[in-house]
């Protein structure tokens, strides 16, 4: 469904993305970690066609979205990291707006509209200004917006963050569900390595640009020799114990980082 | 229901919401109005250049359209910096589209605008010579709206934050609005000042609704004003369009 070869992204000399690589299947939920400024958001930008890949492929659904940009458009829904609301506008105009910018018709529109709110309990608060809402109503509005034009792939970007436990986990059991029932394909991205353990299906590690592992939780633990998918991740993107441990790469990044001033 | 229907329906929306706003967008037309109309009205009387309220009126109702479809188009970075720029931008439709919607939505904003300037214009004496005149108003009020909403976007389209914001409204916009003969006579413009003031699209859109509503010390001809409006505002539109086109987020 999702396809990435040799996918390199380029802000002046930093390399964002470096070389990455990496297929996700019909119906598979893939979860993309990384510590922060690893390349994860700038990857599912190119993915979504807010930026160009400075070079590399991508297909989604068998389209490439840098030609064929509408039909690839249509075929996914995204929660975004960053807020993307508007704030002036209610929360039904919020949806409205989706709905119509991905030509869901009508009826359909009012009745999903509907649902979703009621699902993400926000249909109380359905003609309210979003700019009065709590972080983590706007965060539940921006994931029930993502699933109106019931997309074939979603593209989750920390959708969880500043949730609290209660909506975290009704969220993933809505995310499992949608992805059982109508094989949904997921692409996420998260900090809570357990929530990544427990969802996904597969995993891929990404430290500074590079994807530096591949595989089922599972498998990942295993070739760390890990018992948790933290110690997992921590193991690979070797930020623990870095002092006493530290690789030769990491040296070398230590060094770059204290002649850069810091600012990587 | 059309994608660029609903983007107009936003803009629309979002300033229709926002009250005090409004309101206090009234207050800087009015302040021209009363200060300068009251103020140099003598002077300009006894200069043999005819009623200053009158002159200026057309000058401060080009103001407040021009104000007010520029920061729509400059909007786009409220947008951007809000995130739902984003929104739009992942969407299947064109940008094409969604550059029309907005600019629209933003144009419609600055003619309601406009209008209530020229209200506040009727209520403090101004008199147009008769009721044709206002809809020929309206007209150049939509060509005005039109080329700077487009502007705006084309401007915004660049910007990736506020900072350049202040840039803009220093070194674009207030040379637009003073070069425009919007407070003095652009006939009376000599030297470098009257080439300059003649590339200045507000200048025309001004001296259109001052041909129409009859004001005295008109410039060009109205039908010169027309062309060249619609002429800029093509152009403009285009501009726009394609810079939008051209947003990464
Ligand atoms: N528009 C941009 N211009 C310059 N550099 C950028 C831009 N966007 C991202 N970067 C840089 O690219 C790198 C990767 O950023 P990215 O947002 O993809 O990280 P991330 O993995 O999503 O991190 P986080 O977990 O913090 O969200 C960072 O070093 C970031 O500073
Ligand atoms: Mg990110």
Redesign the interface.
């Known amino acids: 469904m999702i396809r990435v070869q040799n996918l390199v992204k380029t802000f002046g000399t930093l390399n964002a993305v470096n070389d990455v690589s990496f297929e996700v299947a019909e119906g598979e939920i893939f979860a993309f970690l990384g510590p922060n400024g690893a390349g994860k958001t700038t990857t599912i930008k190119m993915l979504t066609t807010l930026l160009k890949p400075t070079s590399g492929k991508i297909q989604l659904d068998g389209l490439d979205p840098q030609v064929q940009r509408n039909e690839a458009r249509k075929r996914f829904g995204i929660v975004f990291q960053d807020p993307s609301l508007d704030g002036d506008l209610t929360a039904s105009e919020n949806m409205e707006i989706h709905g119509v910018l991905y030509h869901v018709p009508h009826k359909l529109r009012r009745q999903r509209t509907e649902e979703l709110l009621k699902q993400f309990e926000l249909w109380d608060r359905r003609n309210d200004q979003v700019k009065k809402f709590s972080g983590g109503m706007k965060r539940r509005l921006e994931i029930a917006r993502g699933f109106l034009h019931t997309p074939r792939i979603l593209f989750l970007d920390e959708p969880t963050l500043g949730l609290d436990p209660q909506s975290r986990n009704q969220l993933w059991t809505h995310i499992k569900k949608v992805n059982e029932a109508e094989r949904v394909t997921v692409f996420l991205t998260t900090h809570y390595m357990d929530e990544a353990d427990r969802v996904a299906h597969r995993i891929g590690v990404i430290d500074h640009g590079k994807l530096v592992a591949q595989g089922t939780p599972a498998a990942i633990k295993e070739q760390t020799g890990t018992t948790t998918l933290e110690d997992a991740f921590l193991a690979l993107t070797g930020s623990t114990i870095r002092e006493e441990s530290a690789s030769s790469a990491d040296q070398m990044r230590q060094f770059a980082k204290m002649w850069s001033g810091g600012k990587r | 229901?059309?994608?660029i229907y609903?983007?107009w329906l936003?803009e629309v929306?979002?300033y229709l919401?926002?009250r005090v706003q409004i309101i206090a967008s009234l207050g800087n037309p009015l302040l021209y109005l009363l200060v300068l109309g009251f103020g140099l009205g003598p002077v300009f009387k006894r200069a043999g250049n005819g009623d200053y309220l009158q002159f200026v009126a057309p000058g401060i109702i080009g103001m407040s359209v021009l104000f007010s479809s520029i920061f729509s188009g400059l909007g786009l970075l409220w947008d951007r910096q809000?995130?739902?720029l984003?929104?739009?931008?992942?969407?299947?439709?064109?940008r094409m589209q969604i550059m029309v919607g907005r600019t629209l939505g933003g144009s419609t904003v600055a003619v309601i605008q406009g209008l209530l300037i020229t209200l506040v214009c009727v209520i403090a004496g101004f008199r147009p010579p008769n009721p044709l005149a206002i809809p020929l108003t309206f007209g150049f009020m939509v060509m005005i709206a039109v080329v700077f909403a487009s502007l705006g976007v084309a401007i915004g389209s660049g910007l990736q934050d506020m900072q350049g914001f202040q840039l803009i409204m220093n070194f674009l916009v207030m040379p637009i609005y003073f070069l425009s003969g919007a407070l003095f006579p652009l006939k009376d413009a000599h030297g470098v000042l009257k080439y300059i003031t003649r590339t200045d699209p507000l200048a025309y859109g001004i001296d259109g609704i001052r041909s129409v509503l009859g004001a005295p010390n008109v410039a060009f001809d109205a039908r010169l004003d027309f062309v060249v409006l619609l002429a800029v505002g093509t152009v403009f539109l285009m501009f726009g369009a394609w810079r939008f086109h051209k947003i990464?987020?």
């Open positions: 229901m059309s994608v609903i983007l936003r929306k979002r919401r926002s809000f995130g739902f984003k929104e739009t931008l992942v969407a299947p439709v064109s990464e987020a």
